[in-house]
């Protein structure tokens, strides 16, 4: 028989086309996801509402989401906080400042020719859900865009949270979030001030304007007890000793705390309230100086505020003391101003998501750094974006709602489940307990047979 020709035909294209992506921010969140996507060859829109990179570690940055004050040096050693694909200079002091992280920032943008894909100046106004799934995403330039998947990485430290007292005040107030230095935006030389809150700003504020040659007086007010942490321990940076894998979590938070309060003994001891909790059951405060202040009678320590009283605040203790300017060290809100849908909203500062990233039902939305780890959100969204990227290039799927829910609750015991409920507790993760189980998630998630976001 003769040879029959087959006619030509084209066969069908079923490979799936690449989804659309956005990506809300340029801080450290912003750019290693930037970063994953390129490296797994996905196209992405990244839109920054300032004019250059960098978010919190933005000194003075336009846009007016920095929390940076002149002496800011981060509270993570040099050794915890690198990108794994990018190390930090060698000549690094182990506690950088601001400016040496913001540098570190622009060289790993431009070492990985991320910038020119950042399109700055341009805030994202609105995000919403369309019937398909599909993201509209509305621009301060007017223009709107629609994408497959959503990823947002705006930060948590800029929209500061003041607590409401009765009464008035007549002098100055402001949020740390607004403190530059002792002398901008506010002269606080011979001035009498207080500095409310227990957390690393207050610390740090307090140490540096009780100095004698800046504040007449300064009081530090907190509602409760702290445990104050040295960022050295033997000689060495404090978290450079890390517990083994293989050791139970619980043991191993016992056996450091008998080591911490072997070393700094007790807050009362120093003239501070007493802590109603053991240390690590609250997001540490580290300073390698506040106790010394203290000890000095630089610093006073008072209690909980009871009232403003014009020139002055009067305490739950009854006492009173007349002040000129209060500085409120008190935390921030999470917030996301573009989502108009309720059910995308924080309720009482609290954003449950699995494995920290994603709500069950909105599996095209990713949330980067939407986190407080110990010891440092510098390099996390790096470590999330592995994950991410796999959703979007369909090497990974997400388990049903119903799992991912249950999840959620399971994991919250583990990470939040030792600390005192507090509104500065709802996004608490422990660095590497996260980041081992992101690996393992990553592993059953493209054993659940994934399929790309479309």
Not at 26 to 41: I, P, Q
Not at 271 to 295: C, I, N
Not at 345 to 353: C, V
Not at 389 to 415: C, N, Q, S, W
Request: proline share 7%.
């Amino acid at each position: 028989m003769p040879d029959t020709e087959m006619p030509d035909t084209e066969m069908p294209d079923t490979e799936t086309p690449a989804p659309s992506i956005c990506i809300i921010g340029a801080g450290c969140s912003g750019f290693t996801m930037a970063k994953r996507l390129k490296d797994h060859g996905l196209a992405y829109d990244q839109f920054e509402a300032s004019d250059d990179i960098g978010g919190n570690w933005y000194y003075k940055n336009p846009n007016g989401m920095s929390a940076c004050y002149q002496s800011l040096h981060i509270d993570t050693s040099k050794y915890r906080l690198a990108f794994e694909d990018y190390p930090v200079p060698e000549d690094w002091p182990d506690f950088p400042h601001h400016a040496q992280m913001l540098q570190y920032f622009h060289d790993y943008v431009d070492h990985f020719g991320l910038r020119d894909a950042i399109t700055f100046d341009t805030r994202v106004e609105t995000a919403e859900r369309q019937g398909d799934g599909r993201w509209k995403v509305t621009l301060s330039t007017g223009e709107s865009r629609t994408y497959d998947a959503l990823i947002v990485a705006n930060g948590h430290h800029w929209d500061p949270r003041t607590p409401d007292y009765p009464g008035e005040f007549h002098g100055h107030q402001m949020h740390s979030h607004a403190y530059c230095d002792p002398f901008e935006p506010y002269d606080f030389r011979g001035k009498r001030v207080m500095v409310v809150g227990g957390g690393n700003s207050a610390m740090d504020i307090a140490s540096e304007l009780s100095q004698k040659p800046i504040a007449e007086k300064l009081f530090v007010s907190m509602r409760r007890g702290v445990w104050v942490l040295s960022k050295y321990a033997n000689g060495q940076p404090a978290d450079k000793a890390v517990l083994p894998a293989w050791m139970p979590r619980k043991l191993g938070r016992r056996i450091a705390q008998r080591l911490i309060k072997k070393r700094i003994g007790r807050m009362e001891d120093y003239g501070l309230p007493k802590p109603d909790h053991e240390p690590l059951e609250g997001h540490p405060t580290v300073s390698e100086e506040f106790l010394a202040r203290v000890g000095c009678g630089d610093v006073i320590p008072k209690g909980a505020i009871d009232r403003l009283d014009g020139d002055g605040v009067v305490f739950a203790d009854g006492s009173r003391e007349e002040l000129d300017a209060i500085i409120w060290a008190t935390g921030y809100k999470i917030s996301f101003p573009f989502f108009r849908d309720p059910e995308l909203q924080p309720k009482d500062n609290a954003y449950p998501l699995y494995k920290r990233m994603v709500k069950p039902g909105y599996e095209s939305l990713f949330f980067l750094g939407l986190a407080q780890p110990l010891p440092t959100l510098v390099n996390l969204a790096e470590q999330q974006s592995k994950l991410v990227a796999a959703a979007l290039t369909g090497d990974y799927a997400f388990p049903d709602a119903a799992e991912m829910e249950r999840v959620i609750v399971e994991d919250e015991k583990i990470h939040l489940g030792h600390f005192y409920a507090s509104k500065r507790h709802t996004i608490q993760v422990d660095f590497g307990t996260y980041c081992r189980d992101l690996a393992k998630e990553i592993g059953r998630g493209k054993g659940r047979g994934a399929h790309a976001i479309r």
